[in-house]
């Protein structure tokens, strides 16, 4: 069945992007587990993927939105479901070619056509998308998983393996009258870093400021406390209170009575220079994930642009920029602005589709794809 084939290899893909450990070796063991099964019940396909293509339990609740999100076309909670009772399945009957008229389309066609849909939705520039289309990719953004990356800490905890503990070992010695009964070890607690968003919400970024903006939900939405959001244009507005909701749909209604320079003119090094002062040293940007969602349209002057990126980037530990216009063919970054902020940007991707997001969400959680030209070793 290659459509079927299709349709779940195109659902591993949107699981992997969620943060689901799906890799190749799942994703077959999930269709030799439909080879016994009915392909075409929804609650087969449901179990089949859960017991091979999840890890952890973490991954349960991915599971969930992704499969809702993925096939029904829509967000849900995760739900407690009964596992499923084997029961012998009688031997196919042979079905006449003709069809009645009270009988069903084929649902695995239907799926495998809304999964095809879905997979040339992932690729289609938000800009040139019609309402529906927006719809469904609102829908997926929400469901995408932008935890940030584990940081060591300067805290130790115990530990099976790792560096001695002299003061835990030496408890134990006192406990047991001076025998060593085992050698105690510590190990660095690790955290989540920190990851700030600045989202440019000018006038030439209008067609793809609300789709960075939910992408940003989901980053807090995954994030936690970890995570802050700011939209820059004309002025420096924090957001992350309100991207706290966790309906996407009241965050965003929310964030728009927030910003008071929608569709504005573009002053990004003046606002760098606010950020680094108000958040800067002792703020949420040191040793963080700083995330740039701009098209680098500088209407002030490009040389203070370029002095703020080179402070923020001593001051964090990562610099993604995310130009919605690099998704295009034949892309150049000729823009003062872009070619002021780049010699200090780690990470220089698109911010145009799902596809794009996605591997920007990937970055965030530290695992981009080796080889990047723009990409130089975290400090």
């Known amino acids: 069945m290659p459509g079927a084939t299709e349709t779940l290899v195109g659902f591993a893909r949107a699981l992997r992007a969620a943060g689901v450990a799906a890799d190749p070796g799942r994703v077959h063991a999930m269709l030799r ?70 009988e069903e389309p084929d649902r695995a066609d239907l799926r495998a056509s809304v999964a095809s849909e879905i997979e040339v939705l992932r690729h289609r520039d938000v800009a ?21 990356e584990q940081r060591r800490s300067r805290r130790f905890a115990p530990a099976a393996s790792g560096r001695p503990d002299p003061r835990r070992t030496v408890r134990d010695v006192l406990r047991h009258g001076g025998e060593i009964p085992a050698l105690r070890y510590r190990a660095h607690r690790t955290r989540p870093r920190r990851v700030v968003l600045l989202v440019d919400v000018s006038g030439s970024m209008a067609p793809y400021a609300d789709a960075l903006l939910r992408f940003a ?7 936690g406390r970890t995570t802050e959001v700011f939209s820059v244009g004309t002025r420096l507005t924090r957001l992350t209170r309100q991207l706290r909701h966790p309906d ?32 800067g040293q002792r703020g949420p940007a040191r040793g963080a994930i700083v995330v740039i ?4 349209w500088e ?18 530990h990562r610099v993604v920029w995310a130009n919605p216009h690099k998704g295009r063919p034949g892309y150049r970054p000729l823009t003062a ?36 030209r723009h990409a130089r070793r975290p400090r």
């Open 299 to 316: 209407r002030g002057d490009a040389t203070l642009l370029g002095a703020q990126m080179a402070r923020l980037r001593r001051l964090a």
């Open 217 to 223: 939900h989901a980053a807090v939405r995954t994030g």
């Open 128 to 148: 040139r998308l019609d309402a529906a289309e927006r719809a469904q990719l609102n829908r997926l953004i929400a469901v995408l998983e932008a935890a940030p």
């Open 33 to 102: 587990a439909l080879d016994h099964l009915d392909a075409l019940d929804p609650g087969d396909v449901y179990w089949a993927g859960r017991l091979t293509l999840c890890s952890d339990p973490a991954d349960l609740p991915r599971y969930d939105r992704c499969f809702a999100a993925y096939f029904s076309g829509r967000t849900a909670r995760p739900v407690r479901r009964t596992p499923p009772v084997a029961i012998p399945r009688p031997a196919a009957v042979p079905v006449a070619p003709g069809r009645g008229e009270g």
């Open 248 to 279: 996407p749909d009241a965050a965003m209604a929310a964030v728009s009575q927030a910003i008071p320079d929608w569709r504005g003119g573009t002053r990004l090094g003046e606002e760098l220079k606010e950020f680094c002062d108000r958040f």
């Open 293 to 296: 969602a701009s098209d680098g």
């Open 337 to 372: 602005g872009m070619r002021a902020a780049l010699p200090h940007v780690d990470h220089f991707v698109a911010g145009h589709s799902l596809a794009a997001l996605e591997e920007l969400a990937r970055i965030v959680r530290k695992t981009a794809r080796k080889g990047d």
